[in-house]
Nanobody, 125 residues
């Protein structure tokens, strides 16, 4: 399984970024996909998850109303649209695939079996 994130960068507070994650080596349309992040000196934390068909989504309270997760199963890609970014959103963002097919709702690090390399998001104040 290979997950490759892109779209990170430096943005001012209040700005937007869209992250993408291209997946290969798995039957993408049967796995819930998540985004998690890790800030310096902190543990990796859950951000958002989307079900295998895209019909269900779930967000951490800290990003609810600002971030939107989506997926395109025809392109084997999952996205994270991040609006109204805050300095506290600064972190390395990871895309991850559930370690079981057709399961809802993975949110813990141990629920995910495949990870991307991460993409840095930095929000300046």
């Amino acid at each position: 399984v290979q997950l490759v994130e892109s779209g990170g960068g430096l943005v001012q507070a209040g700005g937007s970024l869209r992250l993408s994650c291209a997946a290969s080596g798995l039957t993408f349309s049967t796995y819930s996909m998540g985004w998690l992040r890790q800030a310096p000196g902190k543990e990796r934390e859950f951000v958002a998850v989307i079900s295998w068909g895209g019909g269900m989504t779930y967000y951490a309270d800290s990003v609810k109303g600002r971030f939107t997760i989506s997926r395109d199963n025809a392109k084997n890609t999952v996205y994270l649209q991040m609006n109204s970014l805050k300095p506290e959103d600064t972190a390395v963002y990871y895309c991850a695939a559930d370690n079981r097919p057709l399961r809802w709702r993975p949110t813990m690090n141990r629920d995910f079996g495949s990870w991307g390399q991460g993409t840095q998001v930095t929000v300046s104040s």
